[in-house]
């Protein structure tokens, strides 16, 4: 059974940096590209970033380009992102996602919440 | 970038019925070379993650049931539900996958009348 589960949200102050993590199992992680999607409160969903398979291409959204970078572990079967220059707009649940194909998500983790504010 | 647009934002529905729900793309999302269309839709119901339920417009992923419908081609797109049941109240999103920065639409409400 695929299983994607995040970790590493929480409260965090404007101007501040965190680390996701998603773990995942089921599958051959090494053959899959990887994504994070986010949803704000009560809003849409939102394509943050994708990484491929090998972890050598990446790929972000405008509102987080140059400010998040995505990154995998192959051997840990584990996807990251790193948020740095939080904003309050970061605010969102933030999902860890295995790509079918380029950017169609097929399997999503329960989400992780991160808070940005003072 | 790609504006994928929903309508409409919300719908009410009583069980058994047809339902249908509209999605345009700002260009289009037809890649020529292989004649695929780059849309998907998922389901999201409340407090849970988004489900995957069709991808290049009209195949439908496996275990969905047969009552979901995607159809359409270029900019503009449908999802039908042939017969409505209780289970199906979710919002409903499109996304394009045809170019970065890949693009969801807002969403569709389906609410019990």
Redesign the interface.
Known sequence: EVQLVESGGGLVQPGRSLKLSCAASGFTFSDYNMAW?RQAPTK????VA?ISYGGSNT????SVKGRFTISRDNAKSTLYLQMDSLRSEDTATY?CARE???????Y????VMVTVSS | DIVMTQTPSSQAVSAGEKVTMSCKSSQSLLYSENKKNYLAWYQQKPGQSPKLLISWASTRESGVPDRFIGSGSGTDFTLTISSVQAEDLAVYYCEQYYDTPYTFGAGTKLELK
């Open positions: 999607v849409g969903l939102e394509w994708s790929h972000y959204g405008d999902y079918a194909t380029v950017a169609v998500f097929d999503w983790g329960q989400g």
